[in-house]
T-cell receptor
Framework: NAGVTQTPKFQVLKTGQSMTLQCAQD?????MSWYRQDPGMGLRLIHY???????DQGEVPNGYNVSRSTTEDFPLRLLSAAPSQTSVYFC?????????????FGPGTRLTVT | SQQGEEDPQALSIQEGENATMNCSYK?????LQWYRQNSGRGLVHLIL?????REKHSGRLRVTLDTSKKSSSLLITASRAADTASYFC?????????????FGQGTILTVHP
């Protein structure tokens, strides 16, 4: 199993540009989440999903959109990039209530907005 | 807002010593988890303790949970240089928030060979 994969690994955007961060998992996990990690802030939840077609907001959802059309994929869209969105983004997945809440993390995408 | 507060923010020890990290949180939880992050990498799950458990062990790791004080501690015994990493606690409130983790700011552990 590849586990949780994220693309791209690095990205530089100009203010106002849009882009999609890709996340995929091959473990048939129900739950998927997006976090951002800023220096000294730990991780903060952006959006999460408990299954295909179901998404919910986390702590810091503004400026981001998500959709979950399949169990495997959970893309994160930046609508109009701002310098405040410069961060490292992590996608995570877990089995959820059926088995375990242990989350498996991808390697991260380092995003810089200039 | 950050649910967990971790203490200390940084810890430097010699190989073979024990390392203890503490986590406090504000609201009631269903479970509390500890994760490790090596520099520039994703997080790796270490251990999960449920709200009705007081202590849990996994190899050289020992986690305690005191729900009356809303606090948890992670003990790593006989530390190795390879344990050098950042350690995060994360809480899951359960209910309609199952799976929504709230992370602390982390403890940076450095183990000197």
């Amino acid at each position: 199993n590849a586990g949780v994969t994220q693309t791209p690994k690095f990205q530089v955007l100009k203010t106002g540009q849009s882009m999609t961060l890709q996340c995929a998992q091959d473990m048939n996990h129900e739950y998927m989440s997006w976090y951002r990690q800023d220096p000294g802030m730990g991780l903060r939840l952006i959006h999460y999903s408990v299954g295909a077609g179901i998404t919910d907001q986390g702590e810091v959802p503004n400026g981001y959109n998500v959709s979950r059309s399949t169990t495997e994929d959970f893309p994160l869209r930046l609508l109009s990039a701002a310098p405040s969105q410069t961060s490292v983004y992590f996608c995570a997945s877990s089995y959820g209530q059926v088995r375990s809440y242990e989350q498996y993390f991808g390697p991260g995408t380092r995003l810089t907005v200039t | 807002s950050q649910q967990g507060e971790e203490d200390p923010q940084a810890l430097s020890i010699q190989e073979g010593e024990n390392a203890t990290m503490n986590c406090s949180y504000k609201t009631s939880i269903n479970n509390l988890q500890w994760y490790r992050q090596n520099s520039g990498r994703g997080l790796v799950h270490l251990i999960l303790i449920r709200s009705n458990e007081r202590e849990k062990h996994s190899g050289r790791l020992r986690v305690t949970l005191d729900t009356s004080k809303k606090s948890s501690s992670l003990l790593i015994t006989a530390s190795r240089a390879a344990d050098t990493a950042s350690y995060f606690c994360a809480t899951d409130a359960g209910g309609t928030s199952y799976g929504k983790l709230t992370f602390g700011q982390g403890t940076i552990l450095t183990v000197h060979p």
